[in-house]
């Protein structure tokens, strides 16, 4: 009862403060993330510490100062990611469409539909990617892998709004797994986060920014039955709150390899390709490293 109370409570703050965030245009909006980020900055905590490690991993050429920079640049757009929930989730629908300035390679997404084999979006965890999967929602039906939130007591509210528009959520078990792929069956389009730990079982160990990594296998299984193009998008952050641009690139054909491993590399390197392209809008704050294979040291270890 103690626990559910707890949990109740936090639930409550939680949506608070996103009706709070959510009052703002996003100009103040962003400026309020940007101090929240300074604060990180300033701060010692778990997140900059965290990206701290995986910068040093992913830019060793890098100088000490622009390690320092690409870090507090990180810490900033960390705290828009927070700050953003509340708009983006909350907003009437046409509000959050507004946001988004400029699309770049949708025409992409139409080729993979004409082939009438279903298209994959991978989107990494760059910028909004709440926005970029609303966009999606909003266009063509898509179905997308759901994992329960840490607070049970938001689950139907976040449900809710991540099944605007078309959306439909499955979990990440053998019945989530056969849904994708009849959504691909009938040409409708699938969206995966390609770059979370897949867990002991989903996965291979792949470089990712030349660190070994666990990687997921279920993109490659997928694109490999269907035949159907993968692609990778991501909306990102423009300057002073002015929205966003969504970016799609085609992924390497490797990505639908049978060979695990060629696919599992081909899929670190299209994450990378997207990460370089704003470094400071990944999540580096992610411990991407957390389980190494036998003989590699576990470098967030203190």
Not at 103 to 109: I, S, W
Not at 282 to 302: A, F, L, S
Request: charged fraction near 25%; glycine fraction near 8%; hydrophobic fraction near 40%.
């Amino acid at each position: 009862m103690a626990e559910t109370r707890k949990q109740d409570w936090r639930g409550r703050l939680f949506i608070g403060l996103l009706r709070f965030f959510a009052w703002w245009p996003l100009r103040v909006n962003h400026a309020m993330g940007t101090a929240i980020g300074y604060l990180l900055w300033w701060l010692p905590n778990s997140p900059k510490r965290i990206s701290a490690i995986n910068l040093k991993i992913a830019f060793p050429d890098a100088s000490e100062a622009e390690h320092r920079a690409l870090l507090k640049q990180s810490l900033i757009e960390l705290g828009k990611t927070t700050t953003e929930l509340g708009p983006l989730w909350l907003w009437p629908n046409q509000k959050v469409l507004n946001l988004i300035q400029e699309v770049d390679g949708e025409e992409l997404v139409q080729a993979a539909f004409d082939k009438g084999k279903g298209v994959i979006v991978l989107s990494p965890h760059i910028g909004a990617w709440e926005a970029m999967g609303f966009y999606w929602s909003s266009k063509y039906p898509i179905t997308s892998l759901y994992r329960p939130p840490n607070l049970p007591s938001i689950e139907t509210f976040m449900r809710e709004v991540r099944e605007r528009g078309s959306a439909k959520l499955v979990p990440t078990d053998l019945s989530g797994v056969k849904a994708l792929r009849k959504a691909l069956n009938q040409n409708e389009m699938v969206g995966i986060l390609p770059d979370q730990d897949p867990g002991k079982s989903g996965g291979v160990y792949a470089p990712f920014f030349g660190h070994p990594a666990r990687t997921m296998v279920l993109v490659s299984r997928l694109a490999a039955k269907a035949q159907c193009d993968v692609l990778f998008t991501f909306a990102e952050r423009l300057p002073k709150g002015r929205g966003y641009r969504l970016n799609i690139l085609p992924a390497e054909a490797a990505v639908a390899d049978r060979d695990e491993q060629t696919a599992a590399e081909a899929l670190n390197r299209g994450v990378e390709v997207c990460a370089r392209r704003v470094p400071a809008q990944y999540q580096w704050n992610y411990k991407r490293y957390k389980h190494p294979p036998e003989g590699v040291v576990d470098v967030y270890k203190k």
